[in-house]
Structure formats: structure tokens, C-alpha cells
């Protein structure tokens, strides 16, 4: 005999019956009336998570040796780009430290897919309710202590269940703010033995745009390599401040990324059929069989032309960003590192294989950042910087109406060559003047 939820618990297993009621109550606490997401299960989730890989605390040294680093990546990168240095110092960070420092960053990018959630959720009700009380099996009430029996006895069968339509909608938004906090806290937990720095993802995660580094995760990656660790963090170093002169010399840029997100999230659908099927398995004395259940893609395909639209242009506008970020890192190094085409082929590798940015969009909304639209961006890039100079390609990310479009990473030369180029230098001579409006005043 199964009750709501699919727990069927042995009727005469008073412990079994208990773990169950402690297990769905922790599943209710913590979550917040206003939120798709119970974040409280999401901290816990990630912290477990990241039990399971250990998090050692950064040395005095890795501090040293990784702002020794930043100071002179910092200054290599002035060759490379227009973009002014921050001239902040570049913070050690345990995995834990990323996790908190991070934390609130994910709830913009999360919450608008969890809100889909969340409707389709409630949607899976029933459009009425029965009237009239409840019929309680005795076999199922005959397994519960003699008071549970008796109140659950005079709760149910006397509750006329139209009226508890209302509180059933709640519970569905909290079973699906809990659902969706510990599956993305256990993906955070994850990523946060692998992410190197605050911009890994490709987008700043601080309330302030400022340079830090994973200790832990950035010699894990110089362990796996044939290269020397001071050639690893060096070249991460880059990367990371290469990442924060960008965002800070174009703030409009992470909120373009959200609003991507939110676009696209509008018209998320869940699969309830997979949700019922997994909840009908849950195993009540194994809180981990929920998020094993959880773990597939409950996400529905979608075909609107919106949302089509959306992941190209998150997809397009990520690519965008990595391509600038190798291109000047690239430009910044010369022939001063050795390893550089080396570590510039491992990173390639990752984001090919499945790195931090890939995973999470991928989990989030269904992205596939394709390698070949990151190649396209780094050339055209490159080509804009060729046919013109450093101070041209960077004036690019004055306004989002200025950044390439899909069609002009496919053909980089025509794009350098055509007219929209010259029509968008006008642009940039227009915003440096004040005669367009400022993206950041919108």
C-alpha cells in the first residue's frame, strides 16, 4: 500500500515509518514561501558533496605564490588589451570559501529556471478536489505509533479535501524547492572541487568583480600535467584577470547572461511523468536515493522559437567571452611561456570535455556550448585585432548592439571586412561621446 509521495513503508516497521516522517519533514523545513528554491537544502547538499572529496586549506605560501602570479599576469595583460587593470589583489580560496563566496551569485542564475519548476510543480494538481473526508486503510494506519494513528484518524477523516487545495499547492512548491535545491546543491558541491577561480563558469560569481583562485583545484590540475605549477597558475592567473578587466569595463555583460537565462526559463517544462516514476522509488531509510532519482534530466525539450532563440544567444555571447579571454591571454603571453600552447590545448580539452561551464549550463537549461563556436570567436577576434588593433577589437564591448552575432562568427572575414564593422565604429565614436545612451542607465 503506497501513501502520497510513493513512500510504501513496511506497516509493521515503527522505525521505518519514523525515518520516513523525519526524511519528508526535512524535505519541508527550510523552505522559504517566496523562493522556488529551498537554498537552505542546497547549502547542505553542496556541503555534503564536497565532504566526499575533502577540502584542504590553503598555505601561506599558495598565497604567495598565487598573487605572485596575478601581479605578473596583471601586468602582462596591459599589452594585450585596453581594458585598464583593476589593480585589486588576487584572493587564495579553499573550496569551501568558493562555495560561500559564490553562493548568493547562483540565486540569480538559478532561481529563474527553478520559478518553470515550480509552476510546472503546482501545474501536476489536480484542477479540483474531492469533497468530503478521507478514507484511512487500517493496514496503513495499523504501522503508525497509536497517536500518530489517532491524529492522522481525525485529521483526514474529518478534512473536506477542497479545502485543502490551497495547502497542497504549498506543499508542491516546497517538495519542488527542495527537489531543486538539493539536485543543483549537489552539482554545486561537485563543481567546487574542479571550478580554478571565481570567472571559471565564465561569468563573475562575486558581489564585486575580484580575481581569486581555488588553491586546491588549481595544483590538482598542475599534478595531472607534464608542466611546470608555476607555468599552471600563471596561465590560470591570466585567465581569471583577463575575465575581471572585461567585466569591469563592460558591467552590462553578466546581466545580458541573465537575461538569457530568464528568456529561456520562461517556457521550461518538467517532465512530471519522470517525477512521479522516481518518487514511487524512493527508499524512505535512504535520504540519498532522492537525489539519485533526481539526477536525470526532468527537463523537457522545448520548441518555441523563443527559447531557441535565447540558447543561441547565451550560447553565442559565452562564446564571446571565452573567445575574447583566450585571444588576449594568448596575446599576453608571447613567447614568454614556454607551455603556453600546451596549457592553452588542456583548457581547449576541457571545455570539450566537459568543464564547469559546460556542465552547468548544460544541467541549468540544456546548453551545449559547441568547441567550433568558441574557435569561430577567438578568430574573429583575432581578425578584428588584425585588420584594425587592440584598442578596435575591445572597443567592440562598448554595447551589447556592438557584439557579433551568430552569422558573423560563421564568416569572421566578411564581418571585419563589411560594413556593419564601420557602421559599429560609428557606434563607439557615438557612445564615447554621450550621443547613445549607456547601456548600464537602461
Known amino acids: ?11 509493521g516497521d515503527n522505525n521505518e515509518m519514523a525515518a520516513m516522517f523525519e526524511n519528508l519533514g526535512r524535505m519541508m523545513r527550510g523552505a522559504s514561501s517566496d523562493s522556488s528554491v529551498n537554498w537552505e537544502s542546497a547549502r547542505s ?3 555534503d558533496e564536497l565532504k566526499k572529496v575533502g577540502d584542504p586549506n590553503p598555505t601561506d ?6 598573487q605572485a602570479a596575478a601581479d605578473l599576469a596583471d601586468l602582462w595583460l596591459n599589452d594585450a588589451t585596453a581594458f585598464p587593470s583593476t589593480a585589486i589583489s588576487c584572493s587564495t580560496m579553499s573550496r569551501s570559501q568558493w562555495l560561500a563566496s559564490t553562493f548568493d551569485a547562483w540565486k540569480a542564475i538559478v532561481e529563474p529556471v527553478a520559478d518553470g519548476v515550480a509552476v510546472a510543480m503546482t501545474g501536476m494538481l489536480p484542477d479540483e478536489m474531492p469533497n468530503g473526508p478521507m478514507e484511512i486503510p487500517e493496514e496503513l494506519l495499523a504501522g503508525l505509533p497509536p497517536e500518530m494513528a489517532d491524529q492522522m484518524r481525525a485529521m483526514l477523516g474529518s478534512t473536506d479535501f477542497a479545502a485543502m487545495a490551497g495547502q497542497m499547492m504549498s506543499m508542491a512548491k516546497s517538495m519542488g524547492a527542495t527537489m531543486f535545491g538539493m539536485q543543483f546543491g549537489e552539482a554545486l558541491g561537485s563543481m567546487a572541487s574542479e571550478v580554478l577561480s571565481t570567472s571559471d563558469i565564465g561569468i563573475p560569481l562575486m558581489a564585486q568583480a575580484k580575481p581569486a583562485l581555488v588553491a586546491a583545484n588549481v595544483a590538482a590540475l598542475a599534478e595531472g600535467l607534464s608542466i611546470d605549477a608555476n607555468d599552471v597558475r600563471l596561465y590560470v592567473a591570466l585567465r581569471e ?14 546581466s545580458q547572461v541573465l537575461s538569457a537565462i530568464g528568456d529561456y526559463a520562461r517556457g521550461v517544462k518538467i517532465d512530471s511523468a519522470a517525477i512521479e516514476e522516481a518518487m514511487t522509488h524512493v527508499d524512505p531509510s535512504n535520504p540519498e536515493s532522492l537525489n539519485e532519482l533526481l539526477g536525470g ?13 535565447a540558447l543561441e544567444r547565451l ?12 585571444t588576449v591571454v594568448t596575446s599576453a603571453i608571447g613567447s614568454r611561456l614556454a607551455s603556453s600552447l600546451a596549457l592553452e590545448e588542456v583548457f581547449r580539452r576541457r571545455r570539450a570535455a566537459g568543464g564547469p561551464a559546460e ?4 544541467g541549468l537549461v540544456g546548453l551545449e556550448i559547441h568547441p567550433r563556436r568558441i574557435r569561430e570567436a577567438t578568430s574573429l577576434w ?12 575591445d572597443n567592440v564591448w562598448t554595447h551589447p548592439d556592438l557584439l557579433p552575432r551568430a552569422e558573423d562568427l560563421a564568416d569572421a572575414q566578411a564581418f571585419v571586412l563589411g560594413d556593419d564593422f564601420d557602421v559599429m565604429a560609428e557606434l563607439n565614436k557615438a557612445m564615447q561621446a554621450g550621443s547613445i545612451e549607456d547601456p548600464e542607465d537602461n
Open 1 to 11: 500500500m503506497s501513501i502520497p509521495f510513493g513512500f510504501s513503508p513496511n506497516p
Open 315 to 326: 550560447e553565442v555571447l559565452l562564446a564571446l567571452i571565452e573567445g575574447w579571454v583566450t
Open 241 to 254: 584577470l583577463a575575465h575581471i578587466r572585461l567585466f569591469t569595463a563592460a558591467p552590462w555583460l553578466q
Open 382 to 393: 583575432q581578425r578584428i585585432e588584425d585588420s584594425s588593433s587592440i584598442q578596435e577589437r
Open 297 to 309: 534530466n526532468m527537463f523537457e525539450s522545448s520548441q518555441t522559437d523563443e527559447q531557441r532563440a
Open 45 to 47: 547538499a553542496s556541503a
Open 61 to 66: 605560501d599558495d598565497a604567495v605564490a598565487i
Open 359 to 362: 556542465k552547468l549550463f548544460a
